[in-house]
C-alpha cells in the first residue's frame, strides 16, 4: 500500500503552529511567488510535511536565503500544479507517491528505479534534488518481545512463524499487492488470520500492544513505534516500495545555494530522525519551528 498524502488527527495542532510561521493569511496558497525574490517553501497538510518544511525553511535561511512558507497545502492534486508553475519552488515529497502521482502504473519499488522513474517523468519545469535515507512507508511492525523471542529484524524471518500469528491493518491491506497478497507472493508468507483495523492508527496500535495482532501494519515514521517500544521489519525484497523523503523543486527558481543546502538537509535525514521529531511533536508537544531548530543545530546546519 503505497504511502500517500493523508491528514493526521493527533498532530493537526502542529501543522496549524507551522502555517502560522508563513504568508498569505488563512489561504496557504494566496498570492504568487515570494515577493522581494524569496524561496516559497511549502508543505502539505499533515504535520511531517511541514516539519520538513521547516526544516528546508531554516536551513535555508541560515544560508543568507529569503524564504516565505506555504503550508498546510492539501492535496497533491492541488500542490503540484503550484510547484509546477513556479508558485511554489520547494516542497518536501516521498518518491514512491509522486511517482504513482506521475504514473501509476510503473513498477519501480527499489530507491534507485524510483528514483530513475522520476528524472524520466517529471515535466521540464520540475527537479528533484537527492533523495534522502528517510522513508515513510507502509512497514510491518512487532512488539520488542515478539521480535526478541523469535529473532525478528526483516519480514523474511516470518516466514517460519506467520502460520501462527494475526496480522492486522486496514480492510484494503487484505488485496493489495503491497499488502497481504505481496507478502505472500514475495515472501511466502501465509498468516494465521488477518485482522481487519484502523489505517496506522490508534486501534491497530492497541492491538498490537495488547497482543491481539502479532504484526500490525504501521507507518515506518509513526510515533507509536517509538513511543511503544515497537520494532520495525525492514523490507529487503521491496513489497512496499520506495518512499524517500525528497526536495521538488522548480527547476528555473532555485540556484545552485538552494540546491546544495537542501542536498546538505537531505545528506542527513533519516527515518530514525523522523520517528523521533515526529515524537517529539506527538509526545512532547514541541513546537515543529523548535524541532527543526534542533534538528538542524544537533547536525551542523544551522
Avoid at 530513475?116 to 515535466?123: E, G, M, N, S
Wanted: net charge neutral.
Amino acid at each position: 500500500m503505497i504511502r500517500m498524502i493523508r491528514g493526521a488527527a493527533l498532530l493537526a495542532a502542529a501543522v496549524l503552529a507551522l502555517s502560522a510561521c508563513g504568508g498569505g493569511g488563512d489561504d496557504p496558497l494566496s498570492g504568487g511567488g515570494g515577493g522581494g525574490g524569496a524561496v516559497v517553501v511549502g508543505g502539505a497538510d499533515f504535520p511531517e510535511s511541514g516539519l520538513i518544511g521547516e526544516i528546508y525553511a531554516q536551513a535555508l535561511e541560515a544560508k543568507g536565503v529569503k524564504v516565505e512558507r506555504k503550508f498546510g497545502i492539501g492535496s497533491r492534486e492541488v500542490y503540484f500544479g503550484q510547484v509546477k508553475s513556479g508558485a511554489i519552488q520547494v516542497f518536501p515529497e516521498y518518491t514512491g507517491a509522486l511517482l504513482a502521482y506521475l504514473d501509476k502504473d510503473d513498477p519501480a519499488s527499489t530507491s534507485e528505479e524510483v528514483t530513475a522513474a522520476l528524472k524520466r517523468k517529471l515535466p521540464p519545469e520540475l527537479e528533484i534534488l537527492t533523495p534522502s535515507r528517510a522513508e515513510n512507508k507502509d512497514t510491518l511492525v512487532v512488539t520488542a518481545q515478539t521480535a526478541a523471542r523469535h529473532g525478528l529484524t526483516t519480514i523474511e524471518d516470518l516466514k517460519p512463524v506467520a502460520r501462527d500469528f494475526v496480522i492486522g491493518g486496514p480492510p484494503e491491506f487484505k488485496t493489495r499487492k503491497q499488502g497481504i497478497v505481496g507478502l505472500e507472493q514475495v515472501y511466502g508468507l501465509t498468516f494465521k488470520e488477518f485482522k481487519s483495523l484502523d489505517t496506522a492508527g490508534p486501534i491497530t496500535v492497541a492491538n498490537l500492544r495488547k497482543g491481539q495482532v502479532q504484526v500490525a501494519n504501521l507507518f515506518s515514521t509513526d510515533a507509536a513505534i517509538k513511543k511503544n517500544g515497537f520494532v520495525a521489519l525492514t523490507d529487503p525484497k521491496n513489497v512496499f516500495g520506495a518512499q524517500n523523503v525528497v526536495p521538488l523543486v522548480h527547476r528555473s527558481k532555485v540556484n545552485d545555494t538552494v540546491r546544495d543546502t537542501l542536498n546538505a538537509v537531505s545528506a542527513r535525514l533519516t527515518t530514525e530522525g523522523l520517528l523521533e521529531m515526529n515524537a517529539e511533536m506527538s509526545e512532547n508537544k514541541t513546537d515543529p519551528a523548535v524541532v527543526a531548530e534542533n534538528w538542524l543545530t544537533g547536525n551542523g546546519l544551522a
